[in-house]
């Protein structure tokens, strides 16, 4: 295993030397090293090769221990939370989210569900949990419980959509986000998840903005990141995005991400759900 993450780290350092590019806007680079070539072929290979034994399962296992463990001020477990399924449904759930929850009057994704039902069911405070970083406090545990809601879903056709009013109006919002340029560097989402056939260092890039993108984009997050060593949650991926921009760092579990959120989701819907996944 350490032998593996010592590759992974190797492919990751590697990858910094390169540039977000596209086929239409740099030939030299792209000729050089060809969208599906041989730099992407190898990180797929090494994907393949710990497929077997990828770590999030590590979390997974801990996240399923944390929701069955009576827990908190108030001693109960998070089997009773509703994930928008009924309480205590979590076969399928991640499927559907985000999606509008009537008892808190929001659209929310599967962190921020977790934290109100924390709150609510177990009787922790919701702020210290925004307000702590990642891999931190009590938001560990929502990490951990993040792998094994999503491995509950595996293997399953994302159904994400817009019904309510509610829905719709963090759609159009997350849409408005994606493409929102601004910054010190003139950067948006779309601007490097708008176009076929982009990459940024080793990595091709998916088009958020059609179904067979979205549906790689979405349907592989969250994910153990092998250059870090740990298991990223899709709230700590789009941070890490806005950190690329030059953004302020965005308030976690925000109505701003979880719009981009939605955006993502509904865009990818019909697509596979293959998270927990791997990545560089």
Not at 108 to 113: A, F, I, N
Not at 180 to 207: T, V, W
Not at 213 to 230: E, F, I, K, Q, T
């Amino acid at each position: 295993m350490k032998a593996r993450i010592l590759y992974g780290v190797i492919i990751g350092l590697f990858a910094v030397l390169q540039g977000c590019s596209s086929p239409a806007k740099n030939e030299a680079s792209t000729a050089a090293t060809p969208t599906g070539g041989a730099p992407t072929d190898e990180i797929e290979k090494y994907r393949a090769m710990i497929a077997d034994g990828n770590p999030a399962d590590l979390y997974e296992a801990a996240g399923e221990d944390i929701w069955k463990k009576p827990m908190g001020p108030k001693n109960v477990s998070l089997e009773k939370c509703d994930l928008g399924m009924g309480p205590g449904v979590v076969k399928g759930a991640y499927t559907q989210l985000p999606k509008y929850f009537k008892d808190t009057n929001k659209v929310q994704d599967l962190e921020s569900r977790l934290v109100t039902c924390m709150e609510k069911l177990q009787g922790y405070n919701s702020q210290e949990i925004i307000k702590a970083g990642f891999e931190k406090g009590k938001r560990k545990d929502v990490e951990a419980v993040v792998a094994y809601i999503v491995a509950e879903s595996k293997g399953m056709k994302i159904n994400t959509v817009a019904k309510h009013p509610k829905e719709k109006e963090m759609y159009d919002l997350g849409k408005k986000s994606f493409f929102y340029q601004g910054g010190p560097m003139d950067f948006s989402c779309a601007s490097c998840h708008s176009e076929n056939g982009k990459r940024i260092r080793l990595q091709d890039l998916p088009n958020i903005t059609e179904q067979k993108g979205a549906a790689l984009g979405w349907g592989y997050w969250p994910a153990y990141r092998v250059s870090s060593g740990n298991f990223w949650t899709m709230q700590r991926r789009l941070n890490d995005c806005y950190r690329q921009q030059r953004f302020p760092e965005p308030i976690y579990i925000s109505d701003d991400t979880i719009a981009v959120s939605l955006y993502m989701a509904i865009n990818a819907k019909g697509g596979t759900m293959n998270a927990p996944g791997l990545k560089r």
